[in-house]
């Protein structure tokens, strides 16, 4: 099969990216999944992916390992070989000549170098070059104009806010969010000044009380789960941690002996101490073992790096294969690295997290609207319901202003100290007659 995309697989073993025995088979990965994409269509590179994947797991003849090795080839060659990721050489680019406009692809090559080089989460790059699209899309079916002879301009940008809010009826959140996504390509790629879009029409964003689980609730929750599964949950719950630093947690930032963890770059980047929980050292002790197994198997297999933060995997470039940096909750297989275009193992999937959290709801049949961030609400909640000081419990959470964790007052006295109902009264006035 050597036929088969000959450039790619090059590519391939240049880059040492795949089992050298395994890259004509990514070639040909490849060229089935271009095969069943059309040039004229306009999706998302990683909806096309999930829709190829799709139509894999269809077939029957087809087993889990080449699904995963046809997830990881075409990810390779999307994402990086087609980036222009091939032999070091830059991708192109995006220089407009002087009767024209940057074209998609370029704007998009060059919308996520500059996130990258301002060290932006995988998320928002994914987040940011979809706001793009919808904007290009929105631009040539809604506006009619012409992205290559006509660009976009301020006027462009408070057109599609405005409709983002009135026809698409978006919540202010996601309309924020387009706007900063714009702004960012006007500022850092399009090297065009947004002026002023006070008259935007915006999206309206009221007060909002978090949902908050009371004890009884989290422990329905808590029932519903086992195994790593329940640890995970208890983590998240006894921590107060996010998502995301969950999910990113590594074993250097556990330490047993102070009952501490250290929450790495969180929010604005920043790092913090929390609770280590007594109750969950021991399976966490357990747990760590079975990982370090998995760890030990695939050091074995030539693998086991894991993605190093900033330029360290440059610096130390075997500290990726330590033990210590290892996540405490990694995926259950080897994958593609996004960035990197390297096979390794992640930490666990944040739908996987979500999923579980929604499944333990769903089972204790609480009727609340409950996410993973409920968790960290609760926590917060159930510390100044046992009379930690919230000054204690802001750095605990991270946040930067104590008002931020003031909302939780507001809860508690909701929950805790609600006036009673005028009918309450009535009623056990009519039971005394």
């Keep these: ?15 040492k990216l795949a089992p050298e025995k395994q890259i004509p088979f990514y070639a040909y990965w490849a060229s089935r999944f271009l095969r069943l994409c059309s040039d004229e269509d306009i999706k998302p590179y990683d909806l096309k992916i999930q829709i190829f994947l799709d139509v894999l797991k269809k077939d029957p003849k087809i087993s889990d390992w080449q699904l995963t090795q046809a997830a990881n080839a075409v990810k390779l060659y999307i994402h990086h070989y087609l980036s222009g990721d091939h032999l070091g050489m830059p991708a192109k680019s995006i220089e407009p000549s002087n009767n024209s406009f940057p074209d998609l692809n370029s704007v998009q090559l060059k919308l996520r170098e500059a996130l990258r080089i301002k060290h932006y989460a995988l998320s928002t790059e994914k987040t940011y070059t979809d706001w793009f699209r919808r904007f290009y899309d929105y631009l040539k079916h809604t506006r009619k104009k012409n992205w290559a002879t006509e660009g976009a301009n301020q006027e462009d940008v408070r057109n599609f806010l405005s409709y983002l809010a009135i026809h698409q009826r978006v919540s202010a959140s996601t309309q924020n969010q387009a706007f900063n996504a714009l702004l960012f390509l006007f500022r850092h790629v399009l090297q065009i000044r947004l002026g002023d879009l006070d008259k935007t029409v915006r999206a309206k964003r009221g007060a909002k009380l978090p949902a908050v689980l009371t004890p009884d609730e989290m422990r329905q929750l808590l029932g519903q789960v086992s195994g790593r599964d329940l640890l995970l949950v208890h983590m998240i719950y006894g921590t107060g941690m996010r998502l995301m630093e969950a999910a990113r947690l590594r074993v250097k930032d556990v330490d047993f002996g102070s009952n501490t963890i250290i929450v790495r770059a969180g929010k604005g980047d920043k790092d913090r101490a929390t609770i280590l929980p007594e109750t969950i050292k021991a399976p966490l002790t357990e747990h760590l073992t079975t990982v370090k197994k998995i760890h030990e198997q695939d050091l074995a297999k030539g693998a086991g790096d894991v993605y190093m933060p900033d330029a360290l ?21 080897l994958s593609v690295d996004p960035r990197s275009g390297k096979v390794r193992r992640h930490h666990i999937s944040p739908n996987t997290i979500s999923n579980i959290v929604s499944e333990a709801v769903k089972k204790a049949g609480i009727p609340k609207h409950v996410t993973v961030h409920t968790l960290r609400h609760s926590f917060a909640t159930h510390l100044l319901m046992n009379g930690v000081n919230i000054r204690e419990v802001q750095e605990l959470l991270g946040h930067k202003n104590v008002e931020t964790t003031m909302i939780y007052t507001h809860v508690l006295r909701d929950m805790s100290h609600a006036p009673k109902s005028p009918l309450d009264d009535l009623l056990a006035g009519s039971k005394d007659r």
Excluded: T
């Excluded at 036929?3 to 790619?8: K, T, Y």
């Excluded at 990726?320 to 297989?333: D, L, M």
């Design 1 to 15: 099969m050597s036929h088969i995309l000959p450039e790619f697989q090059k590519y391939l073993v240049e880059r």
């Design 313 to 333: 995997d440059r610096k130390y470039p075997n500290a990726g294969k330590e033990w210590r940096w290892q996540y405490v909750f990694p995926a259950n297989a």
